[in-house]
C-alpha cells in the first residue's frame, strides 16, 4: 500500500466504525472519520448507555495520536443532509475508499413508532444516495465500501445456501432454456432492512450508469467488542449495546447473565442468524479495500459472516457458561417461529480470512467486559418493546414485550 492513501470513514465513531478506524490508521492509511454522532444522541433519546464507558470522540482521536503518532482526521456532518460539506470533503481528501457505516442500523429501533420508521428512511437513504452523487460529482474514482446486512436476503432460504449477491436461475427465453445471474431477491423483514435493500438499488444503478467501484458487504450479527487496537488504552474503548432495542443478540445475552436477568430469548428462538466477530469484521473491511472491483465490474458482494446459529442454542450456551436462566418473551417480530440459514461466504475465505468462531475463550473476554461494568446496566431496559406490529401484545403495563411463561425454562439446575 502506498503510505499516504486515504480513507473517509462515514459512521467512524459507531460500533463497527471505530474499530475499523484505528485498524487502517494502524495500517498506514491516512484515516478521515465522518460521523454526526447520531448514536451517542439515540442513547440519551433511548435513556441509556454504551456498557463501556466510550469517551467524547475529540479524546478518544488524542489518546491515539499520543499512542501511535498518527492523526485521525474528524468532521461533525450529517451526510443525510449536508451535502455539500460531503462533496467538498470528497473533492479535498481524494480518498481512495470510502467505508460506509453511517446509518440508522437496529430493526426494532426503525420499528418503534412512525417517527422512527422515517427517521431511518431518511437517513438511511438519502445518506446513501448523497455519497454516491458526491463520489460522482467529484470526478474521482472511489471505491465505496459499504455495510450491508445479511438479513437482505430474508431468513428463509427455500432450503438452499444464500449466494453472495448474486442468483443463478434458469429462463425460458423464446422456448429455449437460459441460466442468468440475477440479484438475490430482496426479502427485508424491517424498515431497517428495508433501506439496506433499497441501498442495493441505488448502488446497482450508480454502478451501471456512472461506473461507480462499490463492494456491499451483507454482514452478519456482530459479537464482540474489543480489537488489538481498542485495547491499546482505556480511552480507546469500543462501544458495546446492550438493551432491548439496540443490543444484537449475544452481545445482549452476556450482559443480562452479567447482571442476574434472564437471557431474553424472543419466541421460540428457533431463528438462525449469521455471525461474525467484531475483529473479522475490522479484518474484511481490509481486505475489501485491498481487492475493490475493477473499473466497470459490476458491485461486487460478499457475505460478511463466519457461522450461523440458532438463538435458543446461543441462549443455552451461554446459560451453561454463566449459570444464567432462559426466559422465551413474545416475538416482537413478525417472522417464522423457526428458520434454517445456510449461507456461501467463500469470497473472504480465498483473500485469506481465517474466521473467528464462538470460541468459549471469547465468550469468556466478552463476560468478563460486561461484568466489570454492570453497573452502567439499568435493567429496566432490557425488555424490547418495540413491536413489528400493533397487535403484538406487550405486557400487562403497555410497556415491555409479555414473558411467555408457559415455556419460561431454567437451566443449571436453578
Ligand atoms: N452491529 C451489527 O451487528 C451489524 C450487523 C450487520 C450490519 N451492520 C451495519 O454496519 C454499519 C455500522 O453498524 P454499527 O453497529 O457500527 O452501528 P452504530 O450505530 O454503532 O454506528 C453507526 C455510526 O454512524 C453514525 N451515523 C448514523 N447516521 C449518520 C449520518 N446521517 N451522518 C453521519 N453519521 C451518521 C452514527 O452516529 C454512528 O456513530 C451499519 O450500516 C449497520 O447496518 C451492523
Known sequence: MASQERIIVLGGDGFCGWPTSLRLSREGYDVVIVDNLSRRKIDVELGCQSLTPIRPIERRLRTWQELTGRTIGFHNLNIAEDYH????LIEAVRPKAIVHFAEQRAAP?????????R???DNNINGTHNVLCAIVESGLDVHLVHLGTMGVYGYGTAGMSIPEGYLTVKVDIDGVDREIEIPYPPHPGSIYHMTKTLDALLFYYYNKNDDVRITDLHQGVVWGTNTEETLLHPDLINRFDWEGDYGTVLNRFLVEAAVGHPLTVHGTGGQTRAFIHIRDTVRCISLAIQHPPAR???????????????????????????????????????????????????????LGLNPITLSEGLLQEVIEVAARYRDRV??????????????????????????????????NGH
Do not use: C
Not at 429501533?109 to 420508521?117: A, V
Not at 418495540?386 to 405486557?395: E, G, H, M, T
Open 109 to 117: 429501533y426503525s420499528m418503534k413508532s412512525p417517527r422512527h420508521k
Open 378 to 411: 439499568d435493567q429496566s431496559k432490557i425488555i424490547a418493546d418495540s413491536r413489528w406490529r400493533a397487535d403484538i401484545p406487550l405486557d400487562r403495563e403497555g410497556r415491555g414485550l409479555q414473558t411467555l411463561s408457559p415455556i419460561t425454562q431454567t437451566v
Open 296 to 350: 466497470k465490474e459490476r458491485v461486487k458482494i460478499f457475505n460478511q459472516a463466519t457461522e450461523t446459529h440458532r438463538v435458543r442454542d446461543l441462549a443455552a450456551l451461554v446459560a451453561r457458561l454463566t449459570g444464567a436462566e432462559i426466559r422465551h418473551y413474545i416475538n416482537p417480530r413478525n417472522e417464522a417461529p423457526d428458520n434454517e440459514l445456510v449461507i456461501h461466504n467463500e469470497q473472504f475465505l480465498e
Open 119 to 121: 427517521y431511518t428512511v
Open 85 to 88: 460539506e460531503l462533496e467538498q
